[in-house]
């Protein structure tokens, strides 16, 4: 049985009412297709008629602003540094000679003295007793030694005539002899007096400045008190040691040796005020080995008293003076994975990666061994905002503004270094 005659069997069987709707939704469904295929033509015709989106271009990025400076020539001082304590070249404590009560103190706490100014007395009475009686000592031995030698040249003249025995001219010779030492012992002990007459006034041995009083006038003082009548010490000149690392040595030992005079500067312990200048005297004779580290000492004038004994002070030795070389604020370098660079100002105002080598640094500027020439210009201030190739507008560091306009966009790059954007920190 083929397909038309099941349809019509099936047809005869259902009821007349069914089969008449089955035969209309089969007449209705190209129709609804076709409607179907017209909305959606319709929805494409409408799509493509209606404006699209456009895309937004981002507006170019404005340039950085910066501050520049040009690479200069000039002198380079190679210095070095060093933590040093300030000594004075004299410190001596004054004591007494003799024994005795100090009647008398001449100077006062903090004062400066001059070499030979009375300081203090001593009593005395006992030591110009002891003079005279030592005096009158030496007179007498002195009569008897002139008696003696009167006898003896009587005795000569007898002996001549063999007057008297040989025994009592030798006798006399002897007792000459012996007048003749006492008189010289005498004379030491008057010395000796007289020494001890002069020590009861206490004279500064020294220039310098007077410490604190240790002893008061009516103290019984000698020569064994351990603190002494007072401290002077030496403010002018003064000297300051200080170290700096062995490898320093050959350096500094080569400028000395060539008669070369290393000038020194003394700052207070922030390193921002200076206090003294002055010039290196004399290095050490060993190095430390727990250090590494080796002595030098620098003298200095010290005439406005800005140094004092035992003050820490950062000193700054000039070992040698670069002369004509390129030089550079120190603000204009930068360091990444090129290495050492800086950003070289272009004339079509952008900026390149330029590598370069330094040499020594002398406080905010430091010499330039290769990579740049005099004359070139570079970023000084801004640079942690800027890329190889980016723009750049100049401004004066006096005023916010730039002081000359940005370059046109679309320019080519200036020639700059080899190093690359990404090398750029």
């Not at 007349?16 to 939704?25: A, K, L, N, V």
């Not at 002139?146 to 063999?162: F, I, P, S, W």
């Not at 240790?214 to 170290?243: A, M, R």
């Not at 070369?260 to 004779?285: C, H, M, W, Y």
Request: glycine fraction near 8%.
């Amino acid at each position: 049985m083929d397909d038309r005659t099941a349809r019509n069997l099936l047809g005869s069987w259902l009821p007349e009412s069914q089969s008449s709707q089955t035969r209309r939704s089969r007449q209705r469904w190209p129709f609804g297709l076709l409607v179907l295929l017209l909305a959606a033509a319709l929805g494409w015709w409408l799509y493509q008629r209606s404006p699209q989106p456009t895309q937004t271009t981002r507006p170019p990025a404005p340039p950085t602003s910066v501050v520049a400076a040009a690479a200069d020539k000039g002198d380079i001082n190679i210095t070095l540094n060093g933590l040093g304590t300030v000594t004075s070249l004299a410190t001596v404590t004054i004591r007494t000679q003799i024994s005795g009560y100090l009647t008398r103190v001449a100077f006062e706490e903090g004062q400066n003295v001059a070499q030979g100014d009375l300081l203090a007395e001593i009593d005395s009475r006992p030591y110009e007793a002891a003079l005279q009686q030592m005096q009158g000592q030496l007179a007498r031995d002195q009569a008897l030694l002139e008696g003696a030698k009167v006898d003896l040249a009587r005795y000569q003249r007898l002996a001549t005539t063999n007057a008297i025995p040989q025994q009592q001219l030798d006798t006399q010779k002897a007792l000459v002899k012996q007048y003749e030492g006492q008189v010289a012992a005498d004379e030491g002990q008057v010395n000796t007096a007289k020494t001890n007459l002069a020590y009861t006034r206490i004279t500064a041995p020294v220039s310098g400045r007077i410490g604190l009083r240790q002893v008061d006038p009516g103290n019984y003082v000698t020569p064994g008190d351990q603190n002494g009548l007072v401290v002077i010490t030496q403010l002018k000149p003064i000297s300051v040691i200080f170290t700096t690392p062995e490898d320093n040595l050959p350096t500094i030992l080569a400028r000395l040796r060539a008669g070369a005079t290393l000038p020194v500067t003394a700052f207070d312990r922030s390193g921002t005020r200076q206090l003294a200048k002055g010039e290196l005297k004399t290095i050490d004779n060993q190095v430390d080995t727990t250090t590494g580290t080796f002595k030098l000492r620098a003298q200095f004038p010290n005439d406005d008293e800005g140094l004092f004994p035992n003050q820490f002070v950062n000193v700054q030795l000039l070992v040698d003076t670069l002369q004509d070389t390129t030089v550079l604020p120190t603000a204009a370098i930068q360091r990444g994975s090129p290495g050492t660079f800086v950003y070289l100002v272009n004339p079509d105002n952008t900026v390149s990666v330029r590598v370069v080598s330094l040499g020594p640094t002398d406080g905010d500027r430091v010499a330039v061994k290769s990579g740049l020439a005099p004359g070139d210009k570079v970023v000084i201030d801004g640079a942690d905002k800027l890329r190889d190739g980016a723009r750049i507008a100049i401004r004066d560091p006096n005023n916010s503004g730039p002081t000359q306009p940005p370059a046109t966009i679309g320019k080519g790059k200036g020639k700059g270094g080899k190093a690359s954007s990404k090398d750029a920190p």
